[in-house]
């Protein structure tokens, strides 16, 4: 990407694949936070 953003349509379009890149891996961390905290519960 050049990096210059035109249109309000670009700046919306560039901060939602922003959003999308970041959310993955959070949603990914929440879950596998969530199973590690599940996993220590049970064997007790």
Excluded: C, R
């Excluded at 879950?31 to 905290?37: A, K, R, T």
């Amino acid at each position: 990407m050049d990096g210059i953003i035109y249109t309000l349509q670009d700046f919306f379009l560039h901060t939602k694949s922003i959003t999308y890149l970041l959310m993955a891996p959070a949603l990914l961390g929440f879950v596998g936070f969530w199973i590690f905290l599940s996993k220590n519960d049970e064997e007790e």
